[in-house]
């Protein structure tokens, strides 16, 4: 009777090990689910989102495992990202901080902002003013935001434009290094992005964690444990909703 038990137990860890095993593999090589805690990233994705980021997108590095835990900075079955993509990166601040944002300049770009707008290699970026975005969180009254247009070469995206004379409205001239990447937020007057050279700056290719695809699930004004208050708070027309 001890036997058959103990073996029962071993049986059981066995089982529970090969499937924390599997677990880690998939969020290591296949995808990695990722919350959206701040704005920055509004009108596109919101506080309360819940997130798969591919992890084939840009190759392999140490900070594809948990807590960064790995071989070598270096990547393997490395792709570059396009400008224009949603991405994960660990900061270079700390090599531990994951960040989302968007690639907005590629390795050899120029890049600089001037009065809001966006000037890549002396091509200013046209955007246009569209409808407001009514913003809802944090259970405070309705407020109405400036949400643009901005017009790429070969894709367009809504952002916001909270106020005139920001603090990075105005820029230097950027010159992203080989092997870097500028990103900005979507929100542009709230958030710490490339444009802060002393939190985020040029983010280097290996920090890249992963490429955002789609949202599986998201929360309005509510925590994911607050589970009484799933009825009211969760945003259905989000699940399954493509990053763009």
Do not use: C
Request: hydrophobic letters at 40%.
């Amino acid at each position: 009777m001890k036997t058959k038990k103990q073996n029962s137990f071993f049986s059981n860890v066995k089982s529970v090990l090969i499937a924390v095993f599997i677990a880690l593999l998939i969020r290591s090589f296949i995808a990695e689910p990722f919350n959206i805690p701040s704005g920055s990233m509004k009108p596109n994705l919101l506080v309360g989102d819940f997130i798969f980021v591919s992890k084939w997108s840009y190759g392999y590095s140490r900070h594809s495992l948990p807590f960064s835990l790995g071989w070598s900075d270096k990547k393997i079955f490395s792709k570059l990202p396009e400008r224009g993509d949603v991405v994960v990166f660990k900061t270079p601040e700390d090599n531990r901080t994951d960040y989302i944002k968007r690639v907005i300049g590629l390795p050899g770009d120029k890049v600089r902002i001037l009065n809001g707008e966006i000037i890549i290699n002396n091509q200013v970026i046209d955007r246009k003013r569209v409808d407001d975005f009514i913003d809802n969180d944090n259970n405070v009254s309705l407020k109405r935001n400036r949400k643009y247009i901005e017009y790429f070469d070969s894709f367009q995206i809504e952002v916001l434009d909270l106020m005139d004379n920001g603090i990075v409205d105005n820029t230097k001239l950027f010159e992203v290094p080989s092997g870097h990447f500028f990103v900005m937020g979507d929100n542009r007057d709230n958030s710490q992005d490339s444009r802060f050279e002393n939190v985020v700056g040029y983010v280097p290719f290996e920090n890249l964690v992963g490429k955002a695809r789609f949202v599986f699930f998201s929360l309005e004004n509510s925590r994911f444990l607050q589970l009484w208050k799933w009825p009211t708070s969760i945003r259905l027309e989000r699940i399954f909703k493509s990053i763009k």
